[in-house]
Each structure stands twice: as structure tokens, then as C-alpha cells.
């Protein structure tokens, strides 16, 4: 998605699950909302972060509602 349109930000993925805890959408078996069938997973969700750290827009889904890429790639223009 960086590639194809050319985005000059950076893109982040969270295998390890840190960014996800810091950001407080890291669900665990303990966790209120989870479902007890899965592992450990985070929620699925976007955050944009502008140069001051600060999140300019985020997407908080559930299990089955995700943003679409058009969606992400309107916040990026609007907020990037």
C-alpha cells in the first residue's frame, strides 16, 4: 500500500503485540471482550501518528469490521 502510492510515511506491523498493548487494543484471555477461543490477539485497528507523535485519526474495528483501504487512504490525505 506505501508502494503502490507512494506514501512517504512509514508503515508499522505489530507481530510481538507491543505497539498493541501501549495502545490498549492488545485482547488476552483475561481480557473483558475476548472471546476465550482465540490466542492472544490484538483488535484489529489503525492509528495515524503525525511527526509530533501525537494520532491525528485512529480505527478502532472488531473482529470483522475492518477500515478499507480507501477509508486509510482518505485519513492519510486528510491528515498527513
Known amino acids: 500500500m506505501k508502494y503502490k502510492n507512494n506514501f512517504k510515511i512509514q508503515f508499522i506491523t505489530d507481530r510481538a503485540g507491543r505497539i498493541s498493548k501501549a495502545y490498549n487494543v492488545f485482547l488476552d484471555k483475561k481480557s473483558p471482550g475476548h472471546d476465550g ?3 492472544s490477539h490484538a483488535i484489529p485497528s489503525k492509528f495515524l501518528i503525525n511527526q509530533e507523535g501525537i494520532i491525528v485519526w ?4 472488531t473482529k470483522t ?16
Do not use: N
Open 37 to 39: 477461543l482465540q490466542i
Open 58 to 61: 485512529q480505527y478502532i474495528g
Open 65 to 80: 469490521d475492518r477500515p478499507s483501504i480507501e477509508l486509510i487512504v482518505e485519513a492519510i490525505e486528510k491528515y498527513l
